[in-house]
């Protein structure tokens, strides 16, 4: 063991006082988990006190050591270390825990508490995000290797790793090889209903050995010595490392080894008999021993001071690079007349990846269908980190926690693709990117059922209009090449959040100009044909703008065609914004989307009319499907003049 080391009656009271401390939070909000409080303790005391490099004043520096909390139920432990480690979270923030607005949520969430480096509690996602921090490490430091050098750890449990999700981003991690990513897992043989024996006997240590990673068992989660030097000896390992240790759930408290010390706060009575087992001296309420603190403290800030500095020259350089962009999107209209849209967004994911050399990202083993691969670049791998192109493989929710990771850890830019009907997949994932405003971007692309032949199991239908339900995340659809463009753009600068594009395989056309195509995004919609006296207003998006189009060109009333790649966008502006965009003029509002209706009533008004999708489609070619679904003009043109009585 390294002399550096606290002294081990000293840890002992460290962690035995972290211990009550988070049990007085959750006993004080009647609600918690002091289960993991209870057990988990002594890992997260040796993270904080002898391993992570970091600096609880600038808790968001780019070269720290990142840590998630998976089993992020466990919130109430990690608050009482941060405060512990000098983080900017005081007594009052404690007491606080669970309550409005404070500090200290129910579960992590990053941006409120100081320290948290990742939002979570839906299990499994934490591993993966941990995964696209250590990718996102793993790329950085190749091109940057005196900037950015850190490990990234993570804490799991029993519910982490029995989620699907943990296969997927484990043994991506494997495969990649990520040195420097050291898991934790705490192996108390628990869940929350009871013995983790009744629904999973998995061996998790033999699991992530047949995935490429170093292993290692701890058989006394007490064991401080063992822990240390486990962490120690995975530093140095050329895999991912997973320390099982095996601890006891609820330890030293009244339910201790059973479910009942997951979820069950412990009474005033029971905190006190706490107190007395694990003979804590006695403190204020919500505060540790200053001495304590002092300790803990002192070893971080050595550790921290020990660490190399990178000159002026190299941080430059990296600044330079993570912050070169191009201020305005590409113009498309030599190259992309009447092409699908995922064509066009290949077209623009070219121009882009040139003036943004931070961008990478994959497919879900989908890149040739969705045309997601960054020319001129490998792929990603152990042997070549500067890599711009992401295998991902078929792991489609995993792709989008990696995602978030690499997002949150900084640096880059990163897109993953996938078909527009899997984004059910991973659509947990695309939730926790608006959770914690992450500029993610997600390329969905087969958007309707133009898919054809492979049949309504891979047609989207309600899976348009249920990305656009989600707070907090950029749905955009763009209806001509300029518009891909701008989509692209815009997703590309965004900087607070996620943006879903949808690029299908119906055709584009170049209307319009690259002003509208802005206001498209910005303000919503774009008018693409415009008649001063229209009487009818077709509305559409996507490759369905084009069918609005030949619509236009068979009525024999006089129509403009709207382009509203940003439904949500549009439906946030007052009225009068509204108006500018689709005049209040007593015209007919059609809206026409190859997916479900519901959903645009409120555009339509009252007498509009909605052509849409509100059933599964059929295996046919794609112009067969489109007619079987009265999605053609003829059929669209005879509607609109039946209900206008001509």
Known sequence: MSETLIKPDIATQTINQLRLLANQMITKAGSGHPGIALGAAPMLYELYANQLVVDPAQPNASNRDRFVLSAGHGSALLYATLHAAGFALSAADLAAFRQPHSKTPGHPEVGVTPGVDATTGPLGQGLGMAVGMAMAEAKLHAQFPTVIDHFTYALVGDGDLMEGISHEVATLAGQ??????????????????????????????????????????????????????????????????????????????????????????????????????????????????????????????????????????????????????????????????????????????????????????????????????????????????????IAFGVREFGMGAVMNGIALHGGTKVFGSTFLAFSDYMKAAIRLSALQQVPVIYVFTHDSVTVGEDGPTHQPVEQLMGLRLIPGVNVLRPGTAEEVAAAWHQALSSIDTPTVLILGRGSLGVQGTPAQAQQAMTAGAAQIVAAPDASINLIATGSEVQLALAVSQQLPQPSRVISMPNLQRFLSLDQSKKAAIIPKDSAKNVIIEAGTTLGWQAVAGDDGLIFGLDHFGISAAPQAVLADVGLVAEVLTEKIMQDLGS
Do not use: C
């Open 176 to 389: 990649q090889g990520l040195a420097k990513l050291i898991v934790l897992y705490d192996d108390n043989q628990v869940s929350l209903d009871g013995q983790r024996a009744r629904a999973d006997t998995a061996d998790n240590v033999a699991r992530f050995a047949s995935y490429g990673w170093d292993v290692r068992r701890i058989t006394d989660g007490n064991d401080l010595a063992a822990i240390h030097d486990a962490i120690e000896n995975a530093k140095l390992s050329p895999e991912p490392t997973l320390i099982a240790v095996r601890t006891t759930i609820g330890d030293s408290g009244p339910y201790a080894g059973t479910h009942q010390a997951h979820g069950t706060p412990l009474t005033p009575a029971q905190l006190q008999a706490l107190v007395d087992d694990l003979a804590v001296a006695k403190q204020p309420e919500f505060s540790l021993d200053t001495v304590l603190m002092d300790q803990m403290q002192d070893h971080i800030a050595q550790r921290l001071a020990k660490q190399p500095t990178p000159s002026a020259a190299d941080l430059q350089a990296y600044l330079a690079w993570t912050q070169a962009q191009s201020l305005q999107p590409p113009t498309l209209h030599d190259n992309a007349s009447q092409q699908a849209a995922r064509t066009i967004g290949k077209i623009t994911l070219q121009a882009v990846a040139q003036t943004w050399p931070q961008l990478w990202g994959g497919a879900a083993d989908l890149a040739s269908s969705t045309q997601t691969t960054i020319a001129d670049s490998p792929l990603f791998a152990p042997d070549n980190r500067t890599g711009r192109n």
